[in-house]
């Protein structure tokens, strides 16, 4: 393989900017930062849906082999992530989610013990076909940013993962020969990658 690099990470928000650095690291040696901005944000949104969904350890994995980047974050929870759909009735949504507004501060005038303010994670606002007012649409700038991206199941939960691939200038290249019959890596997208001798 060309090159590969993992962190472990636990599930917290400050596992984001954790990763950033991880992944600022491994892109200054290895001569990637070019592609850096874009990477970041992809692996920003990657890691905040580990946390908030899946709630377990994390592994952070980047590679690069074969002229692509691979960024891969591992969690201990099976479910699937899904891009939403695109809003359809943008209007008609943010009037039902003030409606459920309304009705929970009536709730709470009613009852002293009742909770505060609805937040994003809230299921009354969460509205329509495409879901959360307030939240959901990370995947659809990972889509945005990335070659290719996917899920891989894994026996004990799964990898959600991000692939680009390296500019054309990049100078090591040539060195890069990931031959066939060497030790062996499964990468988060279930691809099998040679190490480099």
């Known amino acids: 393989m060309c090159r ?12 984001a900017s954790v990763a950033r650095a991880f992944l600022r690291d491994c892109f200054t040696d290895w001569d990637l930062m070019e592609l850096y901005d874009d990477a970041a944000l992809a692996l920003t949104e990657l890691v905040a849906n580990a946390v908030m969904h899946a709630a377990t350890p994390l592994v952070v994995a980047i590679s ?6 691979e960024i891969a974050v591992h969690d201990g929870n099976p479910s699937m ?6 809003r359809t009735d943008i209007e ?13 501060d009536a709730e709470a005038e009613a009852d002293a013990d ?3 303010p609805i937040d994003e ?17 990370g995947l659809l700038l990972v889509d945005a940013l990335s070659a290719q991206w996917g899920v891989s199941p894994l026996s004990d939960g799964k990898a959600v993962w991000v692939r680009t691939p390296v500019p054309e200038s990049w100078p090591h290249g ?11 890596t499964v990468l988060g997208s279930g691809r ?6």
């Not at 509205?127 to 307030?134: C, P």
């Not at 040539?174 to 062996?184: F, I, L, T």
């Open 4 to 15: 590969h690099a993992s962190r472990e990470l636990p599930p917290e928000p400050r596992s």
């Open 64 to 69: 690069c082999e074969r002229g692509m980047v």
């Open 81 to 86: 992530p899904a891009i939403r759909p695109h």
């Open 92 to 104: 008609g949504d943010i009037r039902r989610a003030l409606a459920a507004e309304a009705e929970a």
């Open 114 to 116: 009742a909770i505060g």
């Open 121 to 137: 994670r809230d299921p009354r606002v969460y509205v329509g076909d495409a879901g959360s007012l307030a939240g959901g649409r």
């Open 174 to 184: 040539a060195d890069c020969p990931c031959a066939d019959g060497e030790e062996s």
């Open 192 to 197: 099998t990658v040679v190490h480099r001798c």
